[in-house]
Nanobody
Framework: EVQLVESGGGLVQAGGSLRLSCAAS????????IGWFRQAPGKEREGVSW????????YYVDSVKGRFTISSDSAKNTVYLQMNSLKPEDTAVYYC?????????????????????WGQGTQVTVSS
């Protein structure tokens, strides 16, 4: 059984940093992409960042470019989202999700409903 478990959320002041972790268990696929979505109260869920195992490519939504970095540690089966220079508008529940298959991020990123596995979410709150 595949499980994605997020951790690392919390309360931070604007300008601060957090590192989210997504630990994957039971994940034995060769080709996949793992990404982060977020959903703020009253707003639609949006894809924030993606990492493809196929070619190592990454994706960032414009609002986080230059501030967030996605990375992975294959030995720990964990994907990280380093979030720097946090802003109040980054406040949301952050979800880890995985899409199985050959994902070429330059051609597009998976939508929430196109993913195969999802985590339970972790709250990030940025105070002004």
């Amino acid at each position: 059984e595949v499980q994605l478990v997020e951790s690392g959320g919390g309360l931070v002041q604007a300008g601060g940093s957090l590192r989210l972790s997504c630990a994957a268990s039971g994940f034995t696929f060769d080709d996949y992409a793992i990404g982060w979505f977020r959903q703020a109260p009253g707003k639609e869920r949006e894809g924030v960042s993606w990492l493809s195992s196929s070619d190592g490519s990454t994706y960032y939504v414009d609002s986080v470019k230059g501030r967030f970095t996605i990375s992975s540690d294959s030995a720990k089966n964990t994907v990280y989202l380093q979030m720097n220079s946090l802003k109040p508008e980054d406040t949301a529940v952050y979800y880890c999700a995985a899409a199985v298959g050959l994902i070429r991020l330059r051609l597009g990123v998976p939508e929430w409903h196109e993913c195969d596995y999802w985590g339970q979410g972790t709250q990030v709150t940025v105070s002004s």
